[in-house]
Antibody
């Protein structure tokens, strides 16, 4: 069974850094792209970027380029989403999802990130 | 690229059919047969219910069907059931950046 298990909710202050994770099981981690998707409170989904764990090739949405960093650790089958300096507007639920045949066929449970002073 | 356009809400009675539209442009929805649909219950992660415009993943009910005409894709749910009440999101391959995906704003389906 394909599973994507994300790290728990975070509460941070503006300007702080953060790295959230997405651990994968049930398939070959290095063979499928993993995407990150943002959902702001009461809003729709937004594609942030995507990474191929096999060689760490990564692509970002223009809206998120330079704002976040996507990475992986092959040894633990884990994908990461990282911020160097959080803003209040980063408050959202963040999902990781496996990209398969240009659709997202498996999703993590989501990580709620709250940024507040 | 702009997000895809979906109605904010639709409703239907049990047993009826409802259709949710997803409008893009000739550069995304109209250009590629890579439209997917996701169902999301409040507080839960999205789940894939349609991919490649009209294909259903294994285990998804055949009450869900997808289609596309020009720049507009549609999700039809037939034989509405109470459990269908949820948010529905469409997504399309956007071309350009080879991996970019666009999403719609989501549609709240209410079963009356």
């Amino acid at each position: 069974e394909v599973q994507l298990v994300q790290s728990g909710a975070e509460v941070k202050k503006p300007g702080e850094s953060l790295k959230i994770s997405c651990q994968v099981s049930g398939y070959s981690f290095t063979s499928e792209w993993i995407a990150w998707v943002r959902q702001m409170p009461g809003k729709g989904l937004e594609w942030m970027g995507i990474i191929y764990p096999g060689d760490s090739d990564r692509r970002y949405s223009p809206s998120f380029q330079g704002q976040v960093t996507i990475s992986v650790a092959k040894s633990t089958s884990t994908a990461y989403l990282q911020w160097n300096s959080l803003k209040a507007s980063d408050t959202a639920i963040y999902y990781c999802a496996r990209s398969y045949n240009l659709a997202f066929d498996s999703w993590g449970q989501g990580t709620l990130v709250t940024v507040s002073s | 690229q702009s997000a895809l356009t979906q109605p904010a809400s639709v409703s239907g009675s049990p047993g009826q059919s409802v259709t949710i539209s997803c409008t893009g442009t000739s550069s995304d929805v109209g250009a590629y047969n890579y439209v997917s649909w996701y169902r999301q219950y409040p507080g839960k992660a999205p789940k894939l219910i349609i991919y490649d415009v009209s294909q259903r993943p294994s285990g998804v009910s055949d009450r869900f069907s997808g289609s596309k005409s020009g720049n507009t894709a549609s999700l039809t749910i037939s034989g509405l059931q109470a459990e269908d009440e949820a948010y529905y999101h469409c997504s399309s391959y956007a071309g350009g950046n080879p991996f970019e995906r666009l999403f719609g704003g989501g549609t709240k389906l209410t079963v009356l």
